[in-house]
């Protein structure tokens, strides 16, 4: 099973960013997804400047990908994709049916999480069409996802996203700026301000969501480490990390131990709490809502 | 020769009333869907079985309107048959085109039916056109309904890079996510639309008076409450209140409704194919009411698009029946976002 450490979605300052993917390197981590997939707006990482990490990391090691927007809206949007799908050195993940477009029949590509690939006859298609790899919606279940790798003719990777914020939802309209009442076009960047985003709770004060920018994510943070068994049962390949502003190379090392059965599972459980920036949910890989954390397979364990 | 130009009105029918009132109001088309998980309208009442779907075709071709069929979730590995079905059904049924998001089922589709007119869902987040172009070269869909997060400008570039016709969301409720890209639903409820074609279904909603107010769960979660003076709404959960960082405001987006009334002169101009209407799960009366005013406005449109406004009187009428009672022209207009 290898590790990997999904792309950012948050917006940081290019120093905090650069130091975060130097430490990546000397982790046990296989594969690094690269890039901004998030928001078209935010530029303080130019393509050059994505592939300069891309070289270091490649440089320690790692396999590394580059990962495209996920909500291509405009010309210049397709301009950006043109330029990540054409660049010749890395290989790219598609997040939108445009970007498999430009990459099918000339490129081996990852088929990434928002491409929607919900049973075999599409995940057939979409190896076909030359992806090599392929991350699940993060919404299906390991029931969901059996009998999908059961009955597939082709090759190709599974990942699954088991660690980290859901990313739940995609708008165009930026909930950052509309929280600082600025309209997008004027949106003066706030999401710097916040490093893994802003945290929404409901009236009577739960953690419920995040606001991240034009992105939604869960505030409860996603954890399947009590869950890697059944991974590697149904096989599945990889799993992703998706950084955060703190911990991810302690995440990343406590998801390797875990694989190699240096620590156990209740250990590991027990560890992780102190590294999660919120509480944890698991339900979607049990065939429940997301938000829902499994207590049998999940902490439950750890007793 | 190319066939003459026409901006076709596209009604929703959730049941054959509604389909009847559609067409006898001027429908150019209606759009329903069977009455299962294959269709992102799958409500409790809702929706055709054969019987009612063919009496449904033979009312609207009898009076000169197309039915297009929305089949537009994802399958899972299991119950698949369920949807490749529904195709065949469609085949048989006569209907004019199928609404679809899945690629697999595209390719089924044109594999088995290869008649049968394929339109790509709002429900494939297909938002530019190597996307869209992506689907016309596998699948040769002739149409594409387009997620509500585009502005007017950026649906008028997409048009020049594509063969395929383009169908908007006119009114009616308003998606402020990219559809096909939201798990909100099923992260608090375990159903979304994507894999089960429901939003925050009715079956998770609960109301409850407290001394706080009204207050609207949704499988427990605290969507919005309610002070006597405020009027309650679906808890819709993008539509909720919620606090972020000390501020108790609709975080996403207020119980509002999509009126593109007043950019009909530019929809023709571009040459936009469709205008479709939400609301299957609306009655028979606000079908018939909505399909009445924007007829009006699309004839009165079509024969004169430079000395078009909107009436009062339509706005009216709409304002009446919207959620909330407001209006957006939504993303279309840039300072929405």
Redesign the interface.
Known sequence: MKLALGPLLYYWPREKLQAYYEEIAVTPVDIVYLGETVCSKRHVMRLADWLDVARMLASAGKEVVLSTQ??????S??KS?HRIAENGEFAVEAN???????L?GRKAFIAGP?L?I?????????ASLGAERWVM???LSLK?L???LH?ISSRIETEVFAYGR?P????????TA??NNL???DCRFLCLNDPDG?????????P??V?NGVQ?Q?ALVYNLIGDLDSMINAGVDVVRISPQSEHSAAIIRLFRDCLDQQVSRESALQEINSLLPEASCN??WH?????EQDLIHGSMQAD | MQPEYKLELICPAGSLPALKVAVDNGADCVYLGFRDETNARNFTGLNFDASTASKGVGYAHTKGAKVFLALNTYPHAHGRERWTNAIDQAAELGIDAIILADPGLMQYAMKTHPCLQLHLSVQGSATNYEAINFYHEHFGIRRAVLPRVLSFAQVEELSRGTPVELELFGFGGLCVMVEGRCSLSSYVTGVSPNSCGVCSPPKAVRWQQTSKGLESRLNGVLIDRYTDAENAGYPTLCKGRFEVAGETYYTMEEPTSLNTLELLPELLRIKVRGLKIEGRQRSPAYVAQVTRVWREAIDQCSKNPEAFFVKPAWSAELGKISEGQQHTLGAYHRPWK
């Open positions: 996920t909500l291509i809206e405009s010309e949007d397709l994709l939108d049916m445009g970007a498999v477009h430009l099918e928002y929607n919900y049973n075999q006859q599409t995940l057939d298609l979409i919606p993060v919404e969901e059996q009998p999908m009955s859901l739940l939802a995609f708008s165009s309209r930026c909930f509309r929280f309209p997008k076009d802003k945290g929404m709770r409901t009236r009577e004060g739960k419920f969501l606001v939604i869960s339900g979607y065939g429940l809502p997301g938000i």
